[in-house]
Nanobody, 127 residues
Framework: QVQLVESGGGLVQAGDSLRLSCAAS????????MAWFRQAPGKERELVAA?????????YADSVKGRFTFTLSRDNENVVYLQLNSLKPEDTAVYYC???????????????????WGQGTQVTVSS
């Protein structure tokens, strides 16, 4: 079992940056590939970024490519980060950390394919 806790969300202006953190308890991240999803009001939960358990492979949705960066912590193997730069109002959503993807590949775009979820952290970008 893995328990995930996100932090770092907030209210910012367009063009600003945020760094989201996801901390795990239970089994360490070294065992799991990780992902960040987001869900805006009235929309489905969408995959934003994913990283393999070694950190060697990453995936980014087209909408965030070049602006968001998913990294593993150098100091704590139970923490991962999502750096959000050049934020836009359309990035406003609740951001969720996920782990334990099914299917054998390091990520899936389907939220139902992930076993473990955090409670989410709100990111609001004003124009």
């Amino acid at each position: 079992q893995v328990q995930l806790v996100e932090s770092g969300g907030g209210l910012v202006q367009a063009g600003d940056s945020l760094r989201l953190s996801c901390a795990a308890s239970g089994r360490t991240f070294g065992v799991y590939d990780m992902a960040w999803f987001r869900q805006a009001p009235g929309k489905e939960r969408e995959l934003v970024a994913a990283i393999s358990r070694s950190g060697g492979r990453t995936y980014y949705a087209d909408s965030v490519k070049g602006r968001f960066t998913f990294t593993l912590s150098r100091d704590n193997e139970n923490v991962v980060y999502l750096q959000l730069n050049s934020l836009k109002p359309e990035d406003t959503a609740v951001y969720y950390c996920a782990a334990g993807v099914k299917g054998g590949y390091y990520y899936s775009v389907g939220a139902t394919q992930y076993r473990y979820w955090g409670q989410g952290t709100q990111v609001t970008v004003s124009s």
